[in-house]
């Protein structure tokens, strides 16, 4: 899908340029340069074809068996099951419990959590950046991106939200590492803007079937590799942003990070098979990148399982609050009432978050945590060394078993340990 550009580094200054025919052999490398996709239509085979449909088909299922009034409610969770999968691709594996915390002292509390809690929460906020993008009318811009960038990386990094301008790539290990030694180096910095300009216009105007258009641009993405780092959080965050913007039947977040992370060896493989030198028009290119179409769209058809088994878990939660309610004394409190259905997307909070989504008094808010609390729908925890929190703890324990799910196989994929094996039953 592109051509080789040689380059020299100069390990000295740490940078890169075009090769003079006195620089050492040694000093030189290949950039891939991807060709520009704004314009280009891939040709599929029938295979790829079918596994795109069946996937549409899913998705199509999953929509009418869950309209938005079943999915709303267990949208928090769904989000946060995306986040921590897009974040165990890269090797870091969040804990439910250190990211529910560090969101309560954020924004409870608006206490600054510790850096390493702080860092586990960042792809979240990113997600949401790129979910607050996906809800505007107006064209996404290379600024957009850039943005959902510098939400994962935070301000304290100085190259947050910034295209790159020097050299990065992949590989090659991490003494005197050097993109001669490296398995994967991507274009040089200088034609790294219009290539991004040229991806984004393919995002606004791209015509194709929503799920190849995601698979192209996502592809072109991380071959462009535009930021020094966090190209795949902020790539997967970019797929979301493409596919609540399309014409898609989606009635949640779609948590496909979750199946990538499953097939972590395949998904790499794939985009690495993108990566091959030929003519913008040549045959070769449509076939690099069918294998990742084609897993894509099985990946969308595993996440639309997903999101259902999460989404009826929450509703299954929901049914035992009000029944918990219902059976005692405290279904005279119709605060506490009315609270239970803020717990599904505010599962920590404290008397004035409470009072807040209540539109009621601080007094009323706490009263209704203790009736919940008394019924076992609540628990109190700590967010910090003095906050108290109040936690719907069957959602968090549901959150948990979501991180925990990309170390097995969905249910359908034929296996003997599915996602029922993890999510709590004993509500």
């Known amino acids: 899908m592109g051509r080789l550009a040689a380059r020299h580094w100069d390990a000295e200054s740490f940078s890169s340029r075009l090769p003079t025919q006195h620089d050492d052999p040694g000093s030189i490398f290949q950039a891939f340069v991807p060709h520009p996709i704004a314009d280009w239509n891939p040709e599929l085979d029938g295979l790829t074809v079918e596994r795109v449909a069946s996937a549409e088909d899913d998705l199509r299922n999953l929509a009418a068996r869950c309209e938005p009034s079943i999915a709303t409610p267990a949208e928090w969770l769904v989000r946060r099951a995306e986040s921590a999968a897009s974040s165990t691709i890269e090797g870091v594996h969040p804990s439910a419990r250190r990211l529910a915390r560090a969101e309560a002292q954020l924004s409870l509390f608006g206490e600054q959590p510790k850096q390493s809690d702080l860092e586990a929460l960042r792809n979240i906020i990113a997600f949401e950046r790129a979910m607050s993008i996906a809800s505007q009318d107006d064209p996404i811009t290379v600024e ?23 050299q990065n790539w992949i590989g090659g290990g991490r003494l005197r590492s050097a993109p001669t030694k490296a398995v994967y180096v991507p274009p040089p910095p200088e034609v790294v803007p219009e290539m991004m300009g040229d991806l984004v216009a393919r995002v606004n105007h791209g015509q194709g079937h929503p799920l190849v258009e995601m698979a192209i641009v996502h592809a072109q993405f991380e071959m462009i590799h535009p930021f020094g780092d966090g190209n795949g959080r902020t790539g997967r965050a970019l797929i979301q942003v493409m596919l609540q913007r399309s014409r898609m039947p989606t009635p949640s977040t779609l948590p496909i990070s979750s199946s990538l992370a499953l097939r972590k060896g395949e998904y790499m493989e794939a985009l690495g098979e993108a990566s091959v030198v030929c003519a913008p028009d040549a045959p070769a290119r449509s076939h690099a990148v069918r294998q990742w ?19 009826k878990q929450v509703a299954r939660v929901q049914a035992d609050w ?18 239970l259905d803020h717990l599904p997307s505010h599962p920590v909070l404290n008397a004035e978050k409470a009072a807040g989504l209540l539109g009621s008094s601080w007094r009323t808010g706490a009263r209704s945590l203790t009736a919940l609390e008394q019924v076992g729908v609540l628990v109190q925890r700590s967010a910090g060394k003095r ?10 324990r549901a959150f948990a078993a979501a991180i925990q799910s990309h170390h097995v196989q969905f249910e359908h994929d034929g296996l003997s340990v599915g996602l029922d094996d993890l999510l709590p039953t004993d509500i």
């Open 387 to 396: 906050n108290r929190v109040y936690e719907a703890e069957a959602i968090t």
């Open 293 to 311: 179409i084609a897993l894509a769209a099985d990946a969308m058809s595993d996440a639309a399982f997903y999101a259902e088994r999460l989404i």
């Open 144 to 166: 957009d991106v850039s943005s959902i960038h510098y939400a994962l990386m935070g301000e304290d990094d100085p190259t947050a939200g910034k295209i790159r301008t020097r």
């Open 322 to 339: 009000h029944q918990r309610l219902h059976d005692t004394s405290a279904k005279k409190s119709t605060a506490a009432i009315r609270l």
